[in-house]
């Protein structure tokens, strides 16, 4: 099938997980478009596996967003919209504002950035920051991709809440997902990409929340206006590109 590949690596214990992690890059990659149906069959076909493993992986992806269900036709790409796209912007930052709020306010004395386990864990977010920006500043969205998701993962990890951190990393792949399609169609990516990872991890150590909240809120702003253009008509009513934007304006997702 078209768009999906068989890993050797893949073992029946971790069956499940394994195809749903490659689909889920498949997606993430671009390779597989929205609206793009395939069975059960034919990845199990693809993985020569059984079924149950497939359907399993299939229906976790589902409940994750980026799939639709289909009892007839099988699965399908999910396929966002700009006005999905608004709700996730809307929905990340409500988190990230409140992650922002305590890490910086006085009284949350065990979430302080200077404790040593703060520190610590925000030293390591802000290695992985600065390999995102690298692979940003770059244009290579396959390897931003991967380090932008660590990144917000290990920074949620911080608050010592998972519930928060899993709710905060699906939004971070949904969003990537709904706009991955669109900078597949651009052909250079430089310049467009949000770099300001370190910036961001600079301003929470300093526990500059305002700061840390204008870095987030420039980035949303420019993603949207982006995005919108892009799906409007083209590469060409997006923002203008610039050989040196200011923090947090050359941004997407």
């Known amino acids: 099938m078209p768009g999906i590949r068989g890993n050797g690596a893949v073992t029946r214990s971790t069956l499940r997980q394994q195809i749903a992690d490659a689909l889920r890059d498949e997606v993430l990659a671009g390779r597989l ?10 990845i199990a076909d693809q993985y020569g596996v059984s079924a149950t493993p497939v359907r399993e992986a299939l229906v976790d992806l589902s409940a994750q967003g980026l799939l639709d269900a289909d009892q007839h036709r099988g699965f399908r790409v999910h396929e966002y919209s700009v006005d999905d796209f608004r709700g996730m912007i809307e929905a990340r930052s409500l988190v990230t504002d409140g992650m922002f709020h305590a890490l910086t306010v006085g009284h949350m004395s065990h979430l302080q950035p200077d404790t040593p386990r ?12 600065e390999e995102a920006q690298r692979a940003a500043l770059a244009g290579e969205v396959t390897v ?20 928060l ?89």
């Open 33 to 42: 478009q929205p609206g793009q149906e395939f069975t059960v069959k034919e």
């Open 165 to 253: 951190t899993d709710f905060l990393h699906r939004l971070r792949v949904q969003t990537w997902v709904c706009v991955v399609q669109h900078l597949r169609r651009l052909p250079d990516l430089r310049g467009l990409l949000w770099s300001e990872h370190t910036d961001l991890v600079d301003a929470l150590s300093r526990r500059d929340a305002d700061a840390a909240r204008a870095i987030v809120e420039s980035y949303n702003t420019h993603s949207l206006s982006l995005v919108e253009g892009l799906t409007a008509g083209g590469m060409g009513k997006g923002p203008a590109r610039r050989e040196s934007p200011p923090p947090g304006a050359d941004t997407l997702p």
């Open 118 to 129: 703060i520190a610590a864990t925000l030293a390591g977010v802000r290695r992985r920051g």
């Open 144 to 163: 931003l991709i991967g380090y932008d998701l660590r990144f917000w993962r290990e920074l949620g990890s911080v608050f010592g809440n998972p519930y």
